[in-house]
């Protein structure tokens, strides 16, 4: 099989379900190694492991599936000496790809039906934690333990509800908006280490937690109808244009916002 990353490493942060888990595939069929964190329940664990071990047969390559905490100290720490007790190579990582998906979905103001579901500045932190600012914990972790790759990428994932109002995406649009100007200083202090940086803003996709905002149904049936191409963003549309900023080709573009969307946010 003739591999287009050669021992080369994406570390993935979220990878059981969704843009991660299309990521995972994409890259694992083009010889790419993986290491991914994710938090599922033990029963739901068994099933990833396997769908994980036939995508590590079928590409020859490896795949180490850690179900860790990604949001703590201790969760980092545990991944590290994980790598470390398999002889994990250092500066092997190309890819560091954030595909966090955890946040409250809460609206601002009391309903009178359910006057207590309120976002508290709390859930505000902690969104905005788990799906921003712990990109710069990891980044800054893999450069400590010096795994990046001369050449490597790190990636976050946006959305369109960063800049309009979504129903009880209060807290996610602000985490992800917190996200793309993170993005914005990390490509420009950390391209000294040879990391670029940039953000996919992907359309409306029916992943798992995307069906999890309420009126997910209609606003897919809404941007379907709205997309120049006339369907929806699927999980491999993001996964094909990660793969592409993981090319030697992608070297120059650092600190960009990349709509994979068809168009979709042109209407």
Known sequence: MNKQFPDQWA?????????????????????????????????????????????AGKNDVKVLPYNINAL????????????????????SVKLLLHSIARGN?????????????????????????????????WT??????????DDARVIGLT??????????YAAVSVAKAS????????????????LRTNIIQAGVTETPSFKKIPGSKQLAEFTSSRNPLGRITTPQDVANVIYLLCLPEA??????????DGGEHCK
Request: no cysteine; hydrophobic share 45%.
């Open 179 to 194: 996200l793309e100007s993170l993005a914005t200083y990390m490509a420009v202090e950390f391209a000294r280490f040879g």
């Open 72 to 91: 703590t100290e201790d969760g980092r720490t545990s991944f590290i000496k994980g790598l470390q007790n398999v002889g994990f190579p250092k500066k």
């Open 140 to 149: 800054r972790i893999l450069l400590a333990e010096d795994l990046f790759s």
């Open 11 to 55: 570390i993935i942060l979220g990878g059981s379900s969704g843009f991660g888990y299309a990521a995972i595939e994409k890259l694992a069929a083009n010889g790419m190694n993986i290491a991914l964190l994710y938090r599922e329940t033990h029963a739901a664990e068994k099933q990833i492991k396997l769908q994980l071990s036939d995508i």
């Open 251 to 260: 070297l120059w573009i650092n600190g960009a916002l990349i709509h994979v």
């Open 159 to 168: 959305s369109e509800g960063a800049h309009k109002y979504w129903e009880s």
């Open 105 to 137: 979905l809460k609206p601002l103001a009391a309903e009178e039906r359910n006057p207590g579901e309120t976002l508290s500045i709390e859930d505000l932190q902690l969104t905005t934690y788990a799906m921003s600012n712990s990109l710069l914990d």
